[in-house]
């Protein structure tokens, strides 16, 4: 049943229409002579106030309006991995193929192809009793992920006809399910409104870190699947640099990277590389398990609103089959301002900084879609999605309402700091204000790996950056050579942390990914270092011969020395840090303490 | 409100009301409109006789709001009139544009012939698809060390100049203008220039200077001065965009777009913002300042399989030298990177004063090293950045203990800075140093520094490049 009214008033995305009693909230329409893509936001009598998804240059009063009858839903099935997206699904490289290069407004393509056939295998029998979530087949989506078609929530009942092997379109039904009333067509197509979580059967709490090869973030402010995690920063500091070595390197099944009103040349970039990386757990292209969603900010605003939904949707479905999944959404500021822009059309009353009322609960609301979970289905399983969310904050300050109410409801904080950007220390994560929550929950996978000493070296190496950002302080006053040599050779031995292991640059070929066993070992030869430094300058030795050792170098350069060759490397250095003391102890018992400044 | 049939007489195929009710800053209101849409162009006409743009900004059953890009001067309410065109913005592109002098709406002032457009364009652009985008990776010999060595230029990027009033970025800009190169390519770039807001003098200085050095012949100037119709300003670099995305990917042509001042786009857009009562965001501008300025920083880049690129120089003066101020604010967060000029540097006599430390090029990247402009490259650029960062922090440090209290290696530091500064960073105008040149003049400054010291370079290319050892 559609309903059609007239457009009344447009402004800029917002666009009234009359005559619409019986629409419904959040219900899709479409819009004007060109038919754009638009969602009720507001409902009076019978009057509709509509975001609209595609650009309303040249809609007048009078045209149109018509109702869908269905709330803003995506589609799922097979087909999504691999894909580029706008904000509301239209898949980006078939619009391309229609319209040309440029994006013009009313083109409309199915999320999922239908033209294309998959590989259907069933699982599930005639006579069988389904629930939703259960399985009823599989199809190869990718080479190397099994795409499970699961029956949608709300259908339960015993199967009647399930489809043989063989090759169906998303559109042709592969099961009928019967209840006591009707009889269900399930297909692969299902649509699921994006507004509204996807049922799970349980929360979990997270139990495995989510490693992402980037030293500071595994070894210092770790995350974990199904958790959540903040990444605000300046403009430059690195945030989508940090997203996309997540999304290259995190040891999820499936990846949905959401670039939520960011550059154009930032999605070309992925879609130059993804296909031909290689996913470090599975030997396979990146481009593989991956869903862009790419509403770059110069696409229509109320469809950069949409983005995250859609994004974190798909990311929900293909945690129903039992998948990790990663969602990295840059940026959620953005996200926040297009609400802010719409929200100031729709003329509502503005909270803090123009930010409308609801700014704090919509985020919660998003996080909160994050987790580990027993997922739908008789058997018991478990999938995640872990969510990840830059905050682009104005100038750079933490304390507006986007970052403050994120950090409410996320679990890490990696804090990135224009000052270390900068100084091009990258990630500039800086070590001194950010913090996970999840630190003490992952030693034990840790030792499990043979790293048994890991909480203690990192806590160790993080007492000394803590340290020496308050010596700082002081030799900021009065210079250096008034500290005690203990504290100096605590300065040399931060700047050995920092430059040895926290500075990790994205573009060097090895250095980009740090195996969890290189780090350790990195970590080892730091404490290592240290503790035996710490000896020598107790018997007399300087700071500043310490500094000056050769092996010192050595350690510096550790990120350059390929993953697989670091166990020897890790050997070498080992011997070299014992050799380098004796000399000291010894060249000190010759020559007295003479180095210095 | 109420229409009255003498308030609205038909006209050709627009529509003429002289129903303007309202007139507030750059606003009027007409009511009595039927179907007036929403972007539509209408001509409005003033007692005199003069005749102004305008554009809808709100459109209701049966009112306009309409932004008059003339200004609202001499507006009355009842015998003003304004007919609706049923267009909406477009501007003629021809490729014979190139060489002509416009005022800030497209509108020739130089007095040469009769444009003939090819195709009439939509102002607004629509955007580039994603997938569509050809990632740029042609780096930009544009022959300043500062910019080739450190923040390497990239054909398709966006890259402002953040600059302050007094400060040489006219200079700068012009500079690049002229030496941009792409490597093994002799054809330079065609310049769109467009001017908002600025003075009489610093426009004359662009156009003698295309003009002394040959490029006006491949540029095409948009002039809005500061003594023009400040609204005006708010279409000036759609219009050149659009005529530069024809220069680009309907003709082939490498654009180089320098847009200045962006500052004075933005205030046009808070006075609009602030006419309409909108909420206001940050020192008020409006809260969609973000997405507006993307529509036009976004109109850069190579799309694939067609010839041309867009590359964007942005200038903007930051006011009062406070970077944290909504317009290099936002811009930063949508551009690629951002060349930032240092008031001490100038105050100093260098130039170009650009302070490395805040400036970046995020295409730098895929734009360098071997096979494209040194293997050295980014370890190079990486280990300056860390040398220039540390004797930057010594000298604030020696500021207040004195250098006295300095070991040994800070005082390299300390001097690599200051020498990193007069040999490397500063550069007489004229001069064209190749990457090549820029490299090895940093290869002679890290010298000043011990082997040992060098750990964000790989020690081979210390073998190779580090003068010490190929010297000895
Ligand atoms: N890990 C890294 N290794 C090397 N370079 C890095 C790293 N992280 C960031 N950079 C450098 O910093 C630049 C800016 O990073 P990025 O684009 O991620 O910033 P951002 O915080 O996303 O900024 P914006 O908010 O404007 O999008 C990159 O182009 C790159 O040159
Ligand atoms: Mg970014």
């Given at each position: 049943m559609t309903i059609t009214g007239t457009v009344a008033r447009i402004s800029g995305a917002v666009v009234s229409a009359r005559g619409l009693a019986g629409a419904r909230m959040y219900d899709v329409v479409r819009v004007g002579n060109d038919r754009l893509v638009g969602e009720i936001v507001v409902l009076d009598r019978d009057v509709a106030t509509i975001q609209v998804y595609e650009d309303t240059e040249g809609i007048a009063p009078g045209e149109p309006v018509t109702t869908t009858g269905m709330p803003l839903s995506v589609e799922l099935g097979p087909g999504l991995l691999g894909t580029i997206y706008d904000g509301i699904q239209r898949p980006l490289e078939i619009i391309r193929d229609e319209t040309g290069d440029f994006i013009v407004r009313g083109v409309h393509a199915p999320g999922l192809r239908r033209d294309r056939g998959w590989d259907f295998t069933p699982i599930v029998r005639r006579g069988d009793r389904v629930g939703p979530g259960d399985r009823l087949g599989t199809v190869v989506e990718t080479e190397v992920h099994e795409h499970r078609v699961m029956v949608p929530p709300g259908v339960q009942g015993r199967i009647e006809e399930i489809a043989s092997v063989g090759r169906y379109s998303v559109e042709e039904v592969v099961a009928t399910v019967r209840d006591d009333t009707r009889l269900h067509r399930v297909r692969m197509l299902q649509y699921w409104p994006v507004r509204q979580p996807r049922p799970v059967r349980m929360r979990l709490e997270p139990i495995d870190p989510l490693i992402s090869g980037q030293r500071v973030i595994d070894t210092f402010f770790p995350l974990m699947k199904g958790g959540t995690a903040a990444l605000p920063g300046p403009f430059g500091a690195g945030k989508t640099v940090v997203q996309h070595q997540l999304a290259k390197y995190v040891n999820a099944d499936i990846i949905v990277y959401v670039g939520c009103g960011e550059r154009g040349n930032e999605m070309a970039d992925v879609l130059r590389q993804f296909p031909a990386l290689v996913d470090p757990t599975t030997g396979k292209s990146l481009m593989d398990r991956t869903v862009l969603i790419g509403n770059t900010s110069n696409m229509p605003v109320a469809a950069r609103e949409a983005s995250v939904y859609t994004g974190i949707t798909i990311a929900e479905y293909y945690r129903d089959m039992g998948y990790d999944v990663a969602l990295m959404a840059d940026s959620t500021s953005r996200w926040a301002e297009a609400m802010r822009e719409i929200s100031g059309r729709l003329e509502e009353m503005p909270g803090e900084q123009g930010y409308p009322a609801y700014l704090a609960s919509r985020l919660a609301d998003f996080y909160?879609?994050?987790?580990?979970?027993?997922?739908?289905?008789?058997?018991?399983?478990?999938?995640?999605?872990?969510?990840?969310?830059?905050?682009?904050?104005?100038?750079?300050?933490?304390?507006?309402?986007?970052?403050?109410?994120?950090?409410?409801?996320?679990?890490?904080?990696?804090?990135?700091?224009?000052?270390?950007?900068?100084?091009?220390?990258?990630?500039?994560?800086?070590?001194?204000?950010?913090?996970?929550?999840?630190?003490?929950?992952?030693?034990?996978?840790?030792?499990?790996?043979?790293?048994?000493?890991?909480?203690?070296?990192?806590?160790?190496?993080?007492?000394?950056?803590?340290?020496?950002?308050?010596?700082?302080?002081?030799?900021?006053?009065?210079?250096?050579?008034?500290?005690?040599?203990?504290?100096?050779?605590?300065?040399?031995?931060?700047?050995?942390?920092?430059?040895?292991?926290?500075?990790?640059?994205?573009?060097?070929?090895?250095?980009?990914?740090?195996?969890?066993?290189?780090?350790?070992?990195?970590?080892?030869?730091?404490?290592?270092?240290?503790?035996?430094?710490?000896?020598?300058?107790?018997?007399?030795?300087?700071?500043?011969?310490?500094?000056?050792?050769?092996?010192?170098?050595?350690?510096e350069r550790m990120p350059f020395v390929p993953n697989e060759a670091f166990p020897d490397e890790y050997a070498r250095v080992e011997r070299e840090i014992a050799e380098a003391f004796a000399g000291l102890t010894a060249g000190r018992s010759a020559y007295g303490v003479t180095t210095r400044g | 409100m109420d229409e009255t049939p003498s308030d609205r007489k038909q006209q050709g195929k627009g529509r003429e009301y002289l129903s303007v009710t309202r007139v507030t800053g750059p606003l009027i209101v007409v009511s009595g409109v039927e179907g007036a849409a929403y972007g539509e162009v209408v001509e409005v006409t003033v007692p005199s006789g003069e005749r102004r743009t305008g554009r809808v900004l709100e459109s209701r059953e049966d009112t306009a709001i309409v932004q008059v890009f003339g200004g609202t001067e001499a507006v009355d309410t009842v015998s003003t009139s304004v007919r609706f065109t049923g267009e909406t913005m477009k501007i003629g592109v021809t490729e014979d544009l190139l060489g002509r002098i416009l005022d800030g709406t497209g509108e020739p002032i130089d007095g040469g012939p009769l444009l003939i457009p090819d195709a009439m364009r939509d102002i607004s652009g629509d955007p580039i698809n994603p997938s569509a985008r050809d990632f740029p990776r042609d780096s930009i010999e544009t022959g300043i060390s500062a910019i080739d060595g450190m923040n390497t230029l990239v054909r398709g990027q966006k890259l402002p100049i953040f600059s302050g009033s007094g400060l040489p970025h006219a200079r700068l800009a012009a500079q690049i203008a002229r030496q941009a190169r792409v490597r093994g390519e002799a054809e330079s770039f065609s310049v769109v220039f467009a001017a908002m807001g600025i003075t009489y003098e610093e426009a004359d200085f662009f156009i003698r200077n295309f003009r002394e050095t040959g490029a006006l012949e491949q540029a095409v100037v948009f002039v809005n001065r500061a003594d023009d119709p400040v609204i005006e300003r708010l279409i000036t670099p759609q219009v050149a965009l659009t005529v530069a995305e024809y220069l680009a990917f309907d003709l082939g042509y490498h654009v180089l777009v320098i847009l200045t001042d962006m500052t004075n786009y933005c205030e046009a857009l808070r006075e609009v913002a602030a006419a309409r009562e909108e909420v206001p965001g940050r020192r008020g501008y409006p809260g969609y300042m973000y997405t507006d300025l993307a529509g036009i920083y976004e109109r850069a880049g190579r799309i694939k399989g067609r010839e041309g690129s867009i590359t964007q120089i942005p200038i903007l003066t930051i006011p009062n030298d406070d970077i944290t101020h909504p317009v290099p604010d936002l811009t930063g967060y949508i551009t690629e990177g951002q060349i930032v000029f240092s008031r001490d540097l100038h105050r100093k006599g260098i130039y170009p004063p650009i302070d490395l430390l805040p400036s970046l090029s995020r295409l730098m990247q895929g734009g360098i090293g071997e096979g494209r402009t040194r293997e050295d490259h980014a370890a190079v650029k990486d280990q300056l950045y860390a040398a220039y960062a540390r004797g930057r922090r010594l000298r604030n440090l020696v500021a207040v203990v004195g250098e006295e209290s300095l070991g040994e290696i800070d005082r390299l530091y300390l001097a690599f800075a200051d020498r990193f500064e007069r040999e490397f960073l500063r550069q007489p105008e004229n001069e064209r140093r190749s990457f090549e040149e820029t490299l090895d003049a940093a290869w002679r400054l890290l010298s000043m520094l011990p082997e040992s010291e060098l750990v964000r370079i790989e020690p081979s290319l210390i073998e190779r490049y580090y003068p010490r050892r190929t010297e000895g």
């Open positions: 909160e879609r994050a987790g580990r979970m027993t997922v739908l289905g008789s058997t018991d399983r478990t999938g995640s999605v872990t969510v990840i969310g830059s905050v682009s904050p104005p100038g750079g300050d933490f304390s507006e309402p986007v970052t403050q109410n994120t950090l409410r409801v996320v679990k890490v904080l990696w804090a990135l700091d224009a000052d270390l950007a900068h100084e091009r220390h990258f990630p500039a994560i800086n070590w001194l204000t950010s913090y996970s929550a999840y630190a003490g929950r992952v030693q034990g996978w840790w030792a499990e790996r043979a790293a048994p000493m890991w909480e203690e070296y990192r806590a160790e190496m993080m007492g000394v950056l803590q340290a020496e950002s308050e010596l700082l302080e002081t030799v900021q006053l009065v210079g250096e050579d008034v500290l005690p040599e203990e504290d100096r050779l605590v300065l040399v031995q931060a700047r050995l942390i920092r430059d040895g292991f926290l500075i990790q640059s994205a573009f060097h070929p090895v250095d980009t990914y740090c195996t969890a066993e290189k780090q350790y070992l990195m970590l080892e030869l730091l404490v290592r270092f240290y503790r035996q430094a710490r000896e020598a300058v107790d018997a007399g030795v300087s700071a500043a011969a310490v500094g000056g050792l050769a092996v010192k170098s050595r350690l | -």
